[in-house]
């Protein structure tokens, strides 16, 4: 386009770089919209990962420590303790457990929404490459 702009006026030229400008900044909000797309696929991801740790964890207390509970009383009802000693410590240790497992699910679903996981970092790139060459056309 250099021999060209050698034999163009000055209102041709600005038309030309309103044209390109307005052509890169139509293909870089399509590159934000794919970008941004893919991003909330991984978010949503993220999301069903965090759902069902909660579901794990309704169900573990309403399961777990129901049957658990009752379980380990026994047992420790059987070695010698207590009922209510027994009933106690079985509480805490099911608990405890429960309490670890649902972390760890909702943990990992947490993951996902970290700050690094949504930027848009090609069109960023993208745009900093294109407004580096506009100063230089201009």
């Known amino acids: 386009m250099?021999?060209?702009s050698e034999n163009s006026s000055l209102p041709q030229l600005i038309s030309g770089l309103v044209?390109?400008?307005t052509g890169l900044f139509r293909k870089e909000?399509?590159?934000a919209k794919t970008e941004a797309a893919e991003k909330?696929?991984?978010a949503i991801t993220?999301?069903?990962a965090f759902a069902?740790?909660?579901v794990f964890a309704i169900a573990a207390i309403g399961v777990l420590l129901a049957a658990l509970v009752r379980g380990l009383t026994a047992f420790l009802v059987t070695r010698g303790m207590s009922e209510p000693s027994a009933d106690a410590i079985s509480s805490v240790v099911?608990?405890?457990t429960v309490a670890l497992v649902a972390w760890?699910?909702?943990s990992r679903g947490l993951t996902a929404f970290r700050g690094n996981n949504l930027n848009l970092d090609r069109t960023s790139a993208s745009l900093k490459r294109d407004a580096q060459i506009i100063k230089e056309r201009t």
């Open 104 to 106: 760890g699910l909702m």
């Open 46 to 48: 993220g999301v069903e």
């Open 29 to 31: 909000i399509n590159l």
């Open 94 to 96: 099911v608990g405890i």
């Open 19 to 21: 044209e390109d400008i």
């Open 52 to 54: 069902a740790g909660l």
């Open 2 to 4: 250099a021999s060209s």
């Open 40 to 42: 909330m696929s991984s």
